[in-house]
């Protein structure tokens, strides 16, 4: 039930209507500490949800809330498991999104 649950939120994490994705992302920021290593399971289908479109955002609430999503992530989680799919996303994206991964990254 775990994976369904975060199946259906992820697609809220870059839901078209930004009111919604800036609410995921700050939702999510909140539940990170709740659940710290138990979203190991569901860690490399979250990263590209939060990172893909929001690290890029012209939004300045969306972007922000990403930006915490991140540091919540390296806060709460084992960094080795955010590892691999840090490298991924540092690795494929562009602009000042791959600025930001690459800054967690080193």
């Known amino acids: 039930i775990f994976f369904q ?9 870059h ?3 930004s009111k919604v994705n800036q609410v995921a992302l700050e939702t999510m920021h909140k539940m990170i500490p709740l659940l710290k290593d138990n979203l190991t399971p569901v860690i490399n289908m979250l990263i590209p949800a939060m990172v893909d479109n929001n690290l890029n955002s012209k939004n300045p609430g969306i972007y922000a809330a990403a930006t915490n999503v991140i540091q ?32 967690k990254l080193a």
């Open 5 to 13: 649950i975060f199946d259906a939120f992820k697609s809220r994490l």
């Open 15 to 17: 839901d078209s209507n």
């Open 72 to 103: 919540a992530l390296c806060q709460h989680l084992d960094n080795s498991l955010l590892l691999q799919p840090f490298c991924t996303k540092a690795q494929f994206l562009n602009g000042k999104a791959k600025q930001d991964m690459t800054e």
